[in-house]
């Protein structure tokens, strides 16, 4: 698979982390991004497992970036997509995560988890961590 849809422009991802950055600096007096907001997305994660989806493609190179930064979700993985949609630095690549949570919140219906990665082939890729499946079939058992 081509993997040429969802990219984002990371001029634009390098000025976000910047602001964050600054903004984390201003309001918390702290710069440490990753591991700040790794426990902020571990937290909405852990009202709403399945929103996971959201993430899109973004899923499994985010979920490393929490694992690294001491939120382990599992071990599933998917290597080859986490790569694909992978930036250079976690930073990096929780914005564009959060930056496609926001495309998704807007574009898609909530739970959607098929998405059409290669622009060539116009072959689908399906969104599934059991991982996270387990987590949200718990919290839906606990509310009952």
Do not use: C
Not at 29 to 47: F, K, M, P, Q, T
Not at 51 to 69: C, D, E, I, Q, T
Not at 116 to 144: C, N, Q, R, Y
């Amino acid at each position: 698979m081509a993997y040429t849809e969802y990219k984002m422009d990371m001029e634009k991802i390098r000025e976000r982390v910047k602001e964050m950055t600054e903004n984390l600096r201003r309001n918390k007096g702290r710069e440490d991004l990753a591991r700040h907001g790794s426990g902020v997305i571990y937290w909405r994660l852990h009202d709403k497992p399945s929103s996971y989806v959201g993430y899109g493609p973004y899923w499994f190179a985010l979920k490393a970036v929490l694992r690294r930064n001491g939120f382990d979700l599992g071990p599933a993985n998917d290597p080859e997509t986490e790569l694909a949609y992978s930036g250079k630095t976690d930073e990096e690549t929780m914005v564009m995560a959060e930056t496609f949570l926001e495309i998704y919140d807007e574009t898609f219906f909530q739970g959607t988890r098929t998405f059409m990665l290669d622009g060539e082939s116009g072959a689908d890729w399906t969104l599934f961590d059991p991982d996270m499946e387990i987590w949200a079939k718990d919290v839906e058992i606990e509310l009952w």
